[in-house]
């Protein structure tokens, strides 16, 4: 039964009448069953209590509970009669009935919207029926064994939708101190009375953030106050759950939010990889290669920061997209993730919206969101039900005790001036006083009135889609790769990759390496490392011609390249010839006439300028390319749908420098990962054509054998010497565990 609730009244999930709080998780369980339609309902607060969900909690690298990790899935939920509406149209036994099917779908995690206004109607008078809501949600978490992801402050969602408090009188929540304060006093609140909650997996400190009415006014420094500010208010009382913010598209934008301005306040970190919005970085079918490494991506860039990161919300509608398609850009995107380290999965969402639903705001004014859902309306499966039920059958499997994403062997470094926070000037190289001070025209918080380095805008494309563009190159050679931070430890790995524009100078700073970087570069190649960087006609490298045996003479502008070998390289035979559309004018596109000084020129361009050139120094070795070829490629519309071989100069890098894959395929189009422990772990293969791929698998690991992870069992792979034949579908995933 529907019914309207008002702000005052009680509800243990029945039909909105005010009830004595007195027995509430009595009646709780006595209105769930008699609001129960689908699985039995538990009867006593004795089983009840045996039936809890043991408390979760993040070791670090997975979630864990009774000291075994899992990794959680699921999806976001706004129920499909209700809409955003559904607490003030509480319908008990429409909501049971939603967690039913998401038990019978394989979650074990559902997000959900605390909406501000509701929880907290005035000022610092919070709403009882509210968390008496909540606590219904809880009984039911328990029963359907589906862990709650509460987002808080709700705030944007659902198209353009805000769903604001009415007392905010045009006032910043990320800024205003009034409004901080009470933020601050409603997380406190909401820890309180859910501290020792087990049914709870985490707080979401909100969608999608900076809150859409001020996005345009929020900077670094506000993003990193407000959520410093709020998990201090929740960890007042509340120790047990882990804190994060569901940011989307904060790291490849450059905004106020991005994993690294807001690390040290979360416990893990969120991605929203939504690729069909971000055509800048994803000009291709959603259905495509670029577009099914959006999570693997977006969960390496952000990882990178130094905490595990989740897929928080990820799809696309039916009422724009095929609904197999659909499945089939999810499955491919899952099991991709979960290679590159993912800690769980949520999707947006779990349903569409119903007929009356559409006839409102905001579903009347955007078609689009009217059909996310991987059901309908009415609960019938799409074919996202379909694949989320068997890939959730398949990570419920895992044991992933011991085990961890294995190290990367290439580093994409991230520049410092695009991680730091606006206005720090710690690692700038100034110490002490000064009597003629420094101050940057740049830094808009550290210039009062001044613009700031800003969310980066063209240049953030430019970074962002050279850098995706080498990310899908190196897993398409073999190689897994990641994005620790200039700052950090990218000596690790044995390979590390440049390309432009992090080689390039000027203002804004974001996309480029400090001046100082390259000396570290140096002593990495000298105690022997390998460095690949591609440069445009903007480049800048100091003392380059000792690291790279080649100086920089002018620019070349080109409008076409065609850059063929002349001396064998890797694997790669003089006269190969590999071709390249320039997809724009200017120094960003125009490649650079190098001056050979000590290094050997395997490639020249069509013009018989050098193109490739190659340099040993110390133990290490570098290799330079004339031209920014990820740029080409990130501009390229569905580079990776045509025959596309660039991965081969990576591939030839990597065996030039002597370095061996973990694990890797005998396909480009299939990608191998690892999640590695002592003497077992997982191999995780994604195949990202439309092709089944029948593949060879090879590793460096003493495996002895391999079995693939089905939703029934194990079944074991046959060896063909060192090594193993594995087949996958066209956008599938399969999992190997090796021992």
């Not at 009935?97 to 019978?104: R, T, Y």
Request: proline letters at 7%.
């Amino acid at each position: 039964m529907e019914s309207s609730v008002r702000p005052g009244d009680e509800i243990i999930g029945g039909e909105g009448r005010p009830r004595s709080l007195g027995r509430a998780f009595i009646l709780v369980l006595a209105c769930a069953v008699l609001a129960g339609p689908v699985l039995p309902a538990v009867a006593t607060a004795a089983q009840a209590a045996d039936a809890r969900l043991p408390a979760v909690r993040l070791d670090g690298t997975y979630f864990t509970r009774d000291g075994k990790r899992f990794l959680p899935v699921g999806a976001h939920w706004v129920p499909a009669k209700a809409g955003m509406q559904w607490p003030t149209r509480w319908d008990p036994a429409e909501v049971e009935a939603d967690f039913a099917k998401m038990h019978e779908l394989g979650y074990s995690l559902v997000r959900f919207d605390l909406l501000w206004a509701w929880f907290e109607p005035r000022p610092g008078d919070y709403n009882e029926a509210a968390f008496q809501q909540l606590d219904f949600l809880v009984s039911l978490a328990h029963r359907y064994r589906i862990y709650l992801h509460p987002s808080l402050f709700i705030g944007g969602e659902v198209g353009e939708a805000y769903w604001d408090v009415p007392w905010r009188h045009g006032r910043n929540p990320h800024t205003d101190p009034d409004m901080l304060r009470l933020e601050t006093n409603h997380a406190v609140e909401l820890g309180r009375r859910y501290a020792s909650e087990t049914a709870i997996i985490a707080w979401d400190l909100t969608d999608e953030p900076p809150f859409w009415i001020v996005a345009d006014k929020t900077g670094d420094a506000a993003a990193i106050n407000w959520t410093r500010l709020v998990a201090g208010g929740l960890r007042r009382h509340d120790r047990l759950h882990p804190i994060v913010v569901g940011t989307s598209g904060q790291e490849t934008g450059h905004g106020p939010f991005r994993a690294d301005t807001i690390v040290e306040e979360v416990d893990f970190l969120a991605v929203h990889p939504f690729t069909l919005y971000r055509p800048e970085l994803f000009p291709d079918p959603l259905l495509s290669q670029r577009g099914t490494y959006g999570a693997a991506f977006d969960i390496a860039l952000a990882s990178g920061a130094g905490k595990p990161a989740m897929i928080h919300e990820m799809g696309a509608s039916s009422a724009q997209y095929a609904p197999e398609r659909i499945a089939l850009y999810d499955r491919a995107n899952l099991y991709s993730g979960l290679g590159a380290g993912t800690i769980g999965a949520l999707l947006w969402c779990y349903t569409d919206a119903s007929p009356e639903q559409r006839k409102n705001a905001p579903y009347l004014r955007t078609p689009q969101e009217t059909q996310w859902g991987m059901t309908t309306w009415d609960r019938q499966d799409r074919p996202l039900a379909r694949e989320f039920r068997r890939f959730s059958q398949v990570v419920e499997r895992l044991d992933l005790g011991g085990v961890q994403p294995a190290p990367a062997e290439v580093a994409i470094v991230v520049p410092e001036e695009w991680a730091r926070p606006h206005g720090d000037f710690s690692r700038l190289g100034l110490r002490g006083p000064e009597v003629i001070p420094y101050v940057s025209t740049v830094d808009g918080d550290a210039v009062a009135g001044g613009g700031g380095q800003g969310g980066g805008g063209s240049e953030s494309t430019w970074l962002m889609g050279s850098s995706l563009t080498s990310f899908i190159l190196a897993r398409r050679a073999g190689l897994k790769a990641d994005f620790p931070r200039e700052h950090g430890d990218w000596e690790k790995r044995p390979l590390v990759f440049l390309p432009s524009p992090l080689t390039s100078t000027g203002t804004p700073f974001l996309t480029h390496v400090h001046s100082d970087f390259y000396a570290r570069a140096r002593a990495y190649v000298e105690a022997g490392g390998s460095l690949y960087a591609s440069v445009a006609a903007d480049a800048a490298i100091p003392e380059m011609e000792g690291l790279f045996g080649a100086s920089l003479a002018d620019a070349a502008p080109v409008s076409e390249l065609a850059l063929r070998l002349v001396a064998p390289f890797g694997g790669l035979a003089p006269g190969r010839t590999f071709h390249f559309s320039v997809p724009g004018s200017g120094s960003r596109y125009w490649g650079q006439l190098l001056e050979v000084k000590g290094g050997s020129v395997v490639a020249v361009d069509q013009d018989g300028r050098p193109a490739l050139v190659t340099h040993a120094l110390g133990g290490g070795r570098t290799l330079l390319s004339a031209y920014p070829l990820e740029a080409y490629l990130a501009a390229t519309p569905t580079a990776f749908e045509k025959p596309e071989d660039s991965h081969l100069l990576y591939q030839a890098f990597r065996d030039w420098a002597g370095v061996r894959s973990l694990v890797r395929t005998d396909q480009p189009a299939v990608e191998a990962t690892a999640l590695e422990g002592a003497g077992r772990g997982y191999f995780v293969l994604v195949n990202h054509s439309p092709q089944r791929q029948g593949v060879s698998v090879t590793t460096t690991l003493p495996v002895r054998e391999l079995r693939q992870v089905t939703p029934g069992g194990l079944l074991r792979l046959a060896a063909d010497g060192p090594r193993w034949r594995a087949d996958i579908d066209p956008w599938d995933g399969v999992v190997l565990e090796y021992r």
